[in-house]
């Protein structure tokens, strides 16, 4: 081999490998609240102070982010502040906290799970539910903004199929003053999601649920019903003809109003997307985590051809911004009950 290639080869390894500990060492900033810290002035023996740190480690932090341009050297001797892109970083934690705080042990375990299954992943539903709440703000909720405008603009009663810690009901009703929202939850989230609400003085329009969502009983003058990244883990659980079964029995009990959905396109194929920035640094590895925890991706097309199935017809789609998200992956949708159905 050439010192040419070898020395390519080896920048590209490296890349990985800088990746690797900046993420990390991110992460555990970010979920300390250390970082949100750093965007003022300090010092490193102040803030290992404040923080409970040992000060030369933390020093030796400092140092790290400041060849990645993170941190910089501040207008007073010895002290530090976050650069304009860490202080982005420290406003935008989710793709963080879902990625590396939610996910970091599944990645750590991939060779358990490549030989026991997906039974032995084990993520961080605190830090997924986080994270995934954090990006939504960018991309999934002006989704669902545009598809209720564009639906049912006086919409005022939600529910929400798998709440996870109550993020969506509480941003709908924070929203929407009118609204009314029943968020629903099989894991202990629950307990989460109703502190949540409560903390929020949003205990008189929210009610948390424990209970499985495809059991619990939808009222027939819901206006929206809720599916945020929920089907691609419910698929796996009950399969294709147990969800055309739920929405069949959803519709026949009289329910006329929309089930609004929040899906990402399952397109593994398609290289010019994944081979992107955003492709390589969050779709490829989110199509990776999502077997890995016995979740199921599909084409979008999948779940048009479901919901058609089931008796629905496809009243209204949106797509992510380009801005936040010039994939285009991220959609949303909402079907209503056919006329004929």
């Not at 399952?266 to 989110?286: E, H, K, S, W």
């Amino acid at each position: 081999m050439s010192n040419s290639i070898f020395s390519k080869n080896l920048d590209r390894s490296l890349e990985y490998i800088r990746g690797f500990s900046t993420s990390y060492v991110l992460q555990a900033l970010v979920s300390a609240g250390t970082l949100e810290r750093m965007k003022q002035p300090f010092t490193v023996r102040a803030l290992s102070k404040e923080q409970n740190y040992q000060e030369d480690l933390f020093e030796a932090v400092v140092r790290f982010l400041v060849t990645e341009e993170i941190v910089e050297a501040g207008a007073d001797p010895e002290t530090y502040r976050l650069t304009a892109f860490g202080v982005w970083i420290a406003e935008q934690p989710g793709w963080f906290n879902l990625l590396v705080g939610g996910y970091q042990n599944v990645f750590a375990n991939l060779d358990t799970i490549l030989k026991e299954g997906s039974e032995a992943a084990r993520r961080d539903s605190h830090f997924v539910g986080l994270g995934s709440y954090e990006i939504s703000l960018h991309d999934a909720f002006p989704i669902v903004w545009k598809l209720i405008d564009d639906v049912n603009p006086d919409a005022t009663r939600f529910v929400d199929i798998g709440c996870g810690d109550g993020y969506f009901v509480r941003e709908i009703c924070s929203r929407m003053p009118q609204a009314t929202a029943i968020g629903i939850e099989p894991s202990v989230s629950a307990r989460n999601a109703e502190q949540a609400v409560k903390a929020a003085g949003l205990d008189d329009r929210i009610s948390i649920v424990q209970e499985d969502g495809l059991a619990c009983p939808v009222a027939a003058d819901t206006d929206f019903v809720l599916f945020a990244f929920v089907l691609q883990e419910i698929l796996p659980q009950i399969g294709e003809a147990g969800l055309i079964d739920y929405f069949v029995r959803l519709r026949e009990s009289g329910f006329t109003g929309g089930v609004l959905i929040i899906e990402v396109d399952y397109t593994p194929d398609d290289q010019a997307v994944l081979r992107t920035p955003i492709g390589r640094g969050y779709y490829n590895p989110y199509y990776l985590l999502h077997p890995l925890t016995n979740q199921k991706l599909m084409p979008i097309r999948f779940w048009r051809d479901l919901f058609a199935r089931a008796g629905y017809d496809l009243v209204a789609e949106r797509t992510v911004d380009p801005n936040v998200d010039p994939s285009g992956l991220e959609l949303g949708l909402v079907f209503s009950p056919a006329n004929d159905g």
